[in-house]
């Protein structure tokens, strides 16, 4: 039912925020993303740039730390994205 209707539902990805029932872009997620895709584009792996937002204290949303797979994750969405 909310699919038919275009209301979003399920996890919110990372970078967004639900606001008045649709996705709008959350600015510091957005900059982390951003980030994320820079560190890619210089050739950097999904272990690199979790241990290099790790380093710098950046936190995940729903983790303790970043991992491989939440990177690979934002990466592959950014991706079908554009």
């Not at 925020?17 to 996705?23: A, F, N």
């Not at 872009?25 to 584009?41: K, N």
């Not at 380093?55 to 991706?79: E, M």
Request: positive net charge; hydrophobic residues 40%; glycine residues 10%.
């Amino acid at each position: 039912m909310r699919r038919e209707s275009g209301v979003p539902f399920g996890t919110v990805p990372y970078g967004y925020i639900r606001h008045r029932g649709k996705l709008v872009a959350h600015p510091v997620e957005m900059d982390v993303v951003t980030l994320i895709l820079q560190l890619r584009s210089k050739g950097m792996g999904y272990c690199a740039i979790a241990g290099k937002l790790n380093a710098r204290g950046i936190k995940p949303r729903d983790a303790a730390k970043w991992d491989h797979s939440t990177v690979r994750n934002i990466i592959k969405r950014a991706g079908n994205q554009v």
